[in-house]
């Protein structure tokens, strides 16, 4: 079983930042970020292989967002710069005990068994 807190959501205006943390307690292979906005399905933003080996990003927020993890701390980052309105959305931290290293599963929350609580993201112009 692996438990995922999520924390650093918040309220930016366009253009802004945010650095989004998810502490994990239990071993997990794979770890991702997805946001869900209302009315729409979840989406995946962010994802990570065997700690930080490989990661993968959705088209919509390739150069602007960028994960990383701290084995040590237990602990996966989404930093997230030049925000836009459009990534106004509950952000959740998930993960896998096991995964396969490619963007289309890793981008899947179909493929993640854990998750967190969520941390809201709300961007205005």
């Known amino acids: 079983q692996v438990q995922l807190v999520e924390s650093g959501g918040g309220s930016v205006q366009t253009g802004g930042s945010l650095r989004l943390s998810c502490v994990a307690a239990?071993?997990?292979?794979?770890m991702g970020w997805f946001r869900q906005a209302p009315g729409k399905e979840r989406e995946g933003v962010a994802a990570?292989?065997?700690?930080?080996?490989?990661?993968y990003y959705g088209d919509s927020v390739k150069g602007r967002f960028t994960i990383s993890q701290d084995n040590a701390k237990n602990t996966m980052y989404l930093q997230m710069n030049n925000l836009k309105v459009e990534d106004t959305a509950m952000y959740y931290c998930?993960?896998?005990?096991?995964?396969?290293?490619?963007?289309?599963?890793?981008?899947?929350?179909?493929?993640?068994?854990?998750w967190g609580q969520g941390t809201q993201v709300t961007v205005s112009s």
């Open positions: 998930a993960a896998a005990g096991a995964c396969v290293a490619a963007q289309s599963y890793l981008l899947s929350h179909r493929n993640f068994e854990y």
């Open positions: 239990g071993s997990t292979y794979c």
């Open positions: 990570i292989y065997a700690g930080g080996g490989y990661t």
